[in-house]
Nanobody, 125 residues
Framework: QVQLVESGGGLVQAGGSLRLSCVASGRTFDTYPMGLGWFRQAPGEERDFVAAIPKTGSMLDYADSVKGRFTISRDNAKNTVYLQMNSLKPEDTAVYYC????????????????WGQGTQVTVSS
């Protein structure tokens, strides 16, 4: 079975950067690739799509609100997906969750096979 554990969240000033990591266990991405993604959820709001990377190929998906600022990447040898967040804004404050799908690229919160536990990102003004 697959378990996902996020890390790298914290408190950062507006304009700063953070890199989130999500490490998967119970799966080797280089042998059994999965579609990977990041979502975020602010208090009182729904869990929203942030970024996704497919099992193969290089076509990445981003929410309009983070395009040009965030970059999703993966290291299959380390069973890890990353979210590099630059030029952070207070509105980026949320709990960030990584997600993995067996046979699709996770872009909808309704079709996720595996969720991480989340990591808090707080951006001060």
């Amino acid at each position: 079975q697959v378990q996902l554990v996020e890390s790298g969240g914290g408190l950062v000033q507006a304009g700063g950067s953070l890199r989130l990591s999500c490490v998967a266990s119970g799966r080797t991405f280089d042998t059994y690739p999965m579609g990977l993604g990041w979502f975020r959820q602010a208090p009182g709001e729904e869990r929203d799509f942030v970024a996704a990377i497919p099992k193969t190929g290089s076509m990445l998906d981003y929410a309009d609100s983070v395009k040009g600022r965030f970059t999703i990447s993966r290291d299959n040898a380390k069973n890890t997906v990353y979210l590099q967040m630059n030029s952070l804004k207070p509105e980026d404050t949320a709990v960030y969750y990584c997600a993995a799908n067996e046979n699709s690229t996770p872009r909808s919160r309704y079709g996720i096979d595996y969720w991480g536990q989340g990591t808090q990102v707080t951006v001060s003004s």
